[in-house]
Each structure stands twice: as structure tokens, then as C-alpha cells.
């Protein structure tokens, strides 16, 4: 995973974890190996764990067969949360489920299915909180629930708080990742070290807390972002907050829209483009 940090990889004064984003290997083996049958999958979803399992040994050919599972002991998880972090994960698009199976065609959108994934046509699936309120289910929301990851998380006080991250999230692309513009203070896609804030939803009880995050962990939202957009343009699903933040990001750039105005109501913007499709 991009983000793992101190007990995964470097940490420190200099860098927050690795910036690559992550080799999707059972993605990897769909392109160009032949017609083999590759499934990500994990028991979240059991009737698919199984099904998958079976038709992999049926099939005649390659097979591969990728399934996660949690590990309690490095990961900070309880050991009866396997399945709780198997659901969350896969929920959050960290480690989206799908089954590429070449017997059903020989186009792409003919052999992947995303069935198992919640909210397919959506960067992220919405969730109540204790008081009926929306949010969006991201990889924060997973991450915020294994110990591996609690560098990346600080308490922030309101005169800390520069940006949400629901505001923040359709500036970028990750396109500004690879080309280091989210470094630039004077670029849209800027991402300040500091400051970033989401509220954290409490998995057992609903609660919010407001909660600060480290600038990696926003390149991890991103990465997992486009990772999860791969996947549904493979299958042939079009993503409809992909559309709108590219004739959001559109109109920007060309100054069609105040740079005062794009950056007071970012989030706004963007869902007025998605209602709008």
C-alpha cells in the first residue's frame, strides 16, 4: 500500500512514505498474459469468495486468484475484526473486489465485474452518521482504523483548519501527483503539510470526530481514487464525479470560472456538475 509509513516504509522528518503509486498485480495479469481467469476478492463478500474460487479451478487455463485479509498483529486490528477490515477496505476502494473471467467475452467490459463493490458509478460510496448525516466512506475512513497508519492522523484545532478534504479531492488529479504540482502553493492541486482536516466517522458508534491529515495520506485518496476510476473504465462503467471534476478542472484552467469563486466552493461545484449528468 502507497501510504504504509514507519513500520512499512521510511518515515520521518523528510518523507511520509513512498509516493509510487501501488503495483495492482492481479490488474496486471488481465493485460497481456494470455485469457486468464484473475479474481480479487476476500471473504466480505463470501458467496463471490467461493463462486470465484470454483470457477478459477474450473477454468481452462491460467488462474489467479488474489484474496485479502487483514493482518492483526502489524496492523493494529482485533483479532475478530478480520472480516470488519475485509468490508472496510473494500468498501473505501483501498481494495476494490472484482472477478475478470475471459469466458464471458473477449472485450474487457465483457470479462470484468465490479457486482461486489457498493455505489459503482461513484468515486466513493455515502454512509449515514449517528445523527442521519451524509459522508463519504473514503480510504481515510478505513485507514483511521488500523494502527499502522496513526502517524498520518493528529488532533487539529479550528484555527489549524485550512482545508476539508471533500474540498480538496477535486482539485487534484493524479496527474498533479506524478508531476509534483500539488507542491506548487500557487497551483489548484496544492496540498499544504499541514492543515488538511476530514471528519473521522467512529465505525461502532457513528460519532464524528474532526480529525487532521498528513499531506500522503491525501495522496493516498488520490491514488486509491484513480486506481478504483481504472477499474470501472475497464469494466465499462462511466464515473460520474470523474465527468464533472473534468469540466470542473475544465473551466478552471481556462478561467472560466474565478479562481475566488473555485476555491470558496470547490465541493459545491463539483456535486452541482455531478446532479447535473
Not at 83 to 90: D, W, Y
Not at 110 to 127: C, G, H, V
Request: with cysteine; aromatic share 10%.
Amino acid at each position: 500500500i502507497m501510504l504504509g509509513g514507519f513500520d512499512m516504509n521510511q518515515y520521518g522528518k523528510y518523507t511520509e512514505g513512498k509516493l509510487t503509486e501501488r503495483k495492482e498485480v492481479a490488474q496486471i495479469l488481465t493485460s497481456g498474459h494470455g485469457s486468464p481467469f484473475v479474481a480479487s476478492v476476500s471473504m466480505a463478500n463470501a458467496g463471490k469468495y467461493f463462486k470465484a474460487v470454483l470457477d478459477g479451478l474450473l477454468h481452462r487455463g491460467s488462474c489467479f486468484i488474489q484474496s485479502f485479509t487483514s493482518c492483526q498483529p502489524e496492523h493494529g486490528v482485533g483479532d475478530d475484526k478480520s472480516l470488519v477490515q475485509a468490508l472496510a477496505i473494500r468498501d473505501c476502494r483501498g481494495m476494490p473486489e472484482f472477478v475478470f473471467n475471459p469466458e464471458n467475452g473477449e472485450y474487457d467490459t465483457e470479462a470484468f465485474d465490479l457486482a461486489a463493490n457498493p455505489s459503482r458509478t461513484r468515486d466513493w460510496q455515502s454512509k449515514k452518521d449517528v445523527n442521519k448525516e451524509s459522508y463519504s466512506f473514503d480510504i481515510c475512513q478505513w485507514a483511521a482504523t488500523e494502527g499502522r497508519f496513526r502517524k498520518h492522523f493528529y488532533k487539529i484545532k479550528e484555527k489549524d483548519e485550512k482545508i476539508c478534504l471533500k474540498d480538496l479531492l477535486p482539485r487534484i488529479t493524479q496527474n498533479d501527483v506524478i508531476n509534483r504540482r500539488y507542491l506548487d502553493p500557487k497551483h489548484r492541486s496544492y496540498i499544504p503539510i499541514l492543515g488538511v482536516y476530514t471528519d473521522i466517522v467512529n465505525p461502532e458508534t457513528g460519532k464524528k470526530r474532526r480529525t487532521g491529515i498528513s499531506r500522503q495520506l491525501v495522496l493516498f485518496s488520490v491514488e486509491r481514487r484513480k486506481n478504483w476510476r481504472h477499474l470501472q473504465s475497464r469494466a465499462g462503467i462511466v464515473n460520474k464525479d470523474y465527468e464533472a471534476q473534468k469540466v470542473l478542472l475544465k473551466r478552471f484552467d481556462s478561467d472560466e470560472i474565478p479562481a475566488e469563486q473555485f476555491f470558496s466552493n470547490t465541493k459545491k461545484l463539483h456535486d452541482e456538475l455531478v446532479n447535473s449528468q
